[in-house]
């Protein structure tokens, strides 16, 4: 039996252990580039000492535990010790600690067919600098050095020199890109951080890709005028943009099954006795399909130059941001699918709202999927973040399997991995 020596409960165990280390009254306390999130690397490397594995730290600071096998190629399983501040004690760590227990379940059976590596990504949260990803966009090779280096934390901090505290020199962190040379797949279980899973009752789901993201701030100009001597037909109300604009965006996310968010609406003079000169909005649009995407964007900016002539006022855009969306493996999604079926005895696909490292994994042409195990609350990011132990346990036994097919499909030649796509 494959599973034998797969021990859950202790995944179960080492987490409890993590977050009485690491934690305090308020959450996880693990920020990238601290000297907490340094005791728990430590004590991450303590667990993989017992373990017959080579460990190092890369170029950006990612930490990888490497158990050879017999074919060069490798399978990679990734997640980050690193937390939000006051965050919840499965985020990122559940992961790893899922990854050390399939690893551990391996090794005990002797070489395996081709090599697997766990990698702890540094810094995925990027709560300290507001820089998401590093590690993983450093392997990537999206992170641009320049775009970072001077960003600063709230003591006045520069990102440069805080990585160096920890051994990073920032100009040879894209030097890490090296590490993806052999990989063959990337798989990644994660805690759902969403309602999805909990409002269908199922423990798991497979993880189709992470959504593409199109945001924007748009600034709808009127004219200023006095509340009481300006009569309704005499108006040019800025806010009339606005609120026509939001109310159109909702329908537009239903009608192409995305989400569309206005997160903030500030107006100006902002004062009770005028009309609104002046009101910006930002607009933040998701969805998997890139075509979709695009169409849900025209659909906002056509119905925003509708709304202006209605309402006689001027309308700009500006990009905020921007990130495609990361489809995911087919025969990986079908073999997490099929994983999940056999651990839980039944299985669903859903998108990712969130970015993870694994979209960065996948930008560069890696075959990957995650796993989702499904978050009480449908919370993260916070102290009551959690997972009902017999789930964390089935998401262990999961990712072991899903390790399994994917090292067989790796020997199959299922996978060309390995190779990156041009950019
Ligand atoms: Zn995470």
Redesign the pocket.
Known sequence: MPTMSLQPQRTVAELKELRALTGDADGAQRVAFTDTWAKARGWLREKLAQIPVDVYQDEAGNLWATLNGKSERELLIG??ID?VPNGGWL??CL?LMAGVEVLRRIAAQGTPPVTIRLVDWCD??GARFGRSLFGSSAVSGALVPDEVRNLTDRDGIKLVDAVKAHGIDLDRALDARKELKNAAAYLEL??E?GPVLLSKDLPMGAVLGTFGVERHQITFTGQAAHSGSTPMNHRRDALGGVSKLHLAIRDIAVKHGGVCTVGKVTTEPGIVTSVVAQAMMTLDQRHLDSATLAAMYKDARDASERIAVEEKIGVEWKKIWQIQPFPFHRALIDMADESIEEICGVSSRLPSG?L??AAEVCRTGVPTVMLFVQSLHGI?HNKIEDTKEEHIEMSVRALDRLADKTMQWIVGGGSTGGSRKPS
């Open positions: 997640g980050h937390s985020d990122g992961n995925e949260e994660h805690i951080q969130p993870h490292d993260s």
